[in-house]
């Protein structure tokens, strides 16, 4: 069964730094997405991407983050100028169309120190 | 942001019992709504999904119910397996409005099945 994945699995980054964490949706998926879950909260969305642009963010997307799918097959997050709360579990998913199941990549640990 | 709540965070049943998970919504312009299921170092894994147009949705061992007027689902696993141990997310998004695809989460119950 096609799958999401994610690298790198783990990523620890001094805070300040820039970090990109990858995705590989699956294939045939044009509408994908990241998520984070900070240790011991909930699943929070970041943003979706559809046809090249930004379809919605969060309040916590802000303009330290950005997205990019910068060939047929990735779809990364960056984060330009990392900070201590921005360590937590970040998931990639994708689904065919808007409202259709998404599916999860196994995620990126992002440590800041 | 509270508009997801599952407010069990566990549950322990008896292997070959029934396992019923409850979750609880406010936004009314929730329609359609997903169950995940998360194993420890792995991402969400799809369950079962239910649009607002149904009250019932079944597949196989697992069973969604949407109660609209109570702003309430629930996922039955019948009978529950050891395997079924895993964290739990309902999940909803308001697919006909603004914000297409995107899901917002409850907290999660913890489902511990013992043999």
């Known amino acids: 069964e096609p799958e999401v994945t994610q690298t790198p699995s783990h990523q620890v980054t001094q805070m300040g730094q820039e970090v990109i964490l990858r995705c590989v949706p699956i294939s045939n998926h044009l509408y994908f997405y990241w998520y984070r879950q900070i240790l011991g909260q909930k699943v929070e969305f970041l943003v979706s991407f559809y046809n090249n642009e930004i379809s919605e963010k969060s309040e916590i997307f802000d303009d330290q983050f950005s997205v990019e799918r910068p060939d047929g097959s990735n779809f990364t997050l960056k984060i330009r100028s990392t900070k201590l709360e921005d360590s937590a579990m970040y998931f990639c998913?994708?689904?065919?169309?808007?409202?259709?199941?998404?599916?999860f990549g196994d995620g990126t640990r992002l440590s800041i120190l | 942001d509270q508009q997801v709540k599952q407010n069990s965070p566990s549950l322990s049943v008896q292997e070959g019992r029934i396992s019923i998970l409850n979750c609880d919504y406010t936004?009314?312009?929730?329609?359609?709504f997903l169950w995940y299921k998360k194993y420890p170092a792995e991402g969400p894994t799809f369950l079962i999904s239910i649009s607002s147009i149904k009250d019932k949705n079944e597949d196989g061992r697992f069973t969604v119910f949407l109660n609209k007027s109570a702003k309430h689902l629930s996922l039955h696993i019948v009978p529950s397996q050891p395997g079924d141990s895993a964290v739990y997310f309902c999940?909803?998004?308001?697919?006909?409005?603004?914000?297409?695809?995107?899901?917002?989460f409850g907290q999660g119950t913890i489902l511990t099945v013992h043999p």
């Open positions: 936004n009314s312009m929730f329609d359609y």
């Open positions: 998913a994708s689904n065919g169309q808007g409202n259709q199941p998404q599916h």
């Open positions: 999940a909803a998004s308001d697919g006909g409005g603004t914000s297409y695809g995107k899901l917002t």
